[in-house]
T-cell receptor, first 110, second 123 residues
Framework: DAKTTQPTSMDCAEGRAANLPCNHSTISGNEYVYWYRQIHSQGPQYIIHGLKNNETNEMASLIITEDRKSSTLILPHATLRDTAVYYC???????????FGDGTTLTVKP | GAVVSQHPSWVICKSGTSVKIECRSLDFQATTMFWYRQFPKQSLMLMATSNEGSKATYEQGVEKDKFLINHASLTLSTLTVTSAHPEDSSFYIC???????????????????FGPGTRLTVL
């Protein structure tokens, strides 16, 4: 699985958009970009994934660059409950094995 | 979406005893399950991959005789920490990768879903 790099921490004001970047410069053509988040003492929660097109669901949007070497997770209107560690992972969808990096600790402030 | 449960949610045991942790897929068949370990303020580390009906594949550095994994059915995998010691205290998380489901959202079930985790404390 390709390695990902993310900023260690980020702050965001409540109600504002949170933009979390991820670099995955060694991603292979058949690898998807997945985003999970982990709230303290809980299991990771799936957020969104994509291959090359931008994706949007009820939780977030995923913007993948044309060369697929980086992506950005966007939480459009961050709330205090979005405070968590966000993990960007690349993997082949059917393989299932996920290699977690250190993630980004997002703190949403009032 | 798919639900993965773990039992127990937390356990405290004495050094030298064995502890079994269960991971269940509640509404889908999990052909593959994964076990992770997470120490405080660290990321998740994959311990092993278990496929239903076959032996688990352990990651480098993980002792297979200490962390016994059994995946006897398509909905249940167990992790047994044998002769637990204080250094085994950690947050153990399972995930399941499978197909099927009842929600009608078929694409959601070809993904990996995580359990809520089990906090193990060895005294």
């Amino acid at each position: 699985d390709a390695k990902t790099t993310q900023p260690t921490s980020m702050d965001c004001a409540e109600g504002r958009a949170a933009n979390l970047p991820c670099n995955h410069s060694t991603i292979s053509g058949n690898e998807y970009v997945y985003w999970y988040r982990q709230i303290h003492s809980q299991g990771p929660q799936y957020i969104i994934h994509g291959l090359k097109n931008n994706e949007t669901n009820e939780m977030a949007s995923l913007i993948i660059t044309e060369d697929r070497k980086s992506s950005t997770l966007i939480l459009p209107h961050a709330t205090l409950r979005d405070t968590a560690v966000y993990y960007c992972i690349v993997r082949v969808t059917n393989a299932g094995k996920s290699t977690f990096g250190d993630g980004t600790t997002l703190t949403v402030k009032p | 979406g798919a639900v993965v449960s773990q039992h127990p949610s937390w356990v405290i045991c004495k050094s030298g005893t064995s502890v079994k942790i269960e991971c269940r897929s509640l509404d889908f068949q999990a052909t593959t399950m994964f076990w992770y370990r997470q120490f405080p303020k660290q990321s998740l580390m994959l311990m092993a991959t278990s496929n239903e009906g076959s032996k688990a594949t352990y990651e480098q550095g993980v002792e297979k005789d200490k962390f016994l994994i059994n995946h006897a059915s398509l909905t249940l995998s167990t992790l047994t920490v044998t002769s637990a010691h204080p250094e085994d205290s950690s947050f153990y998380i399972c995930s399941a990768n499978g197909q099927g489901g009842t929600s009608g959202v078929a694409s959601s079930y070809n993904e990996q879903f995580f359990g809520p985790g089990t906090r193990l404390t060895v005294l």
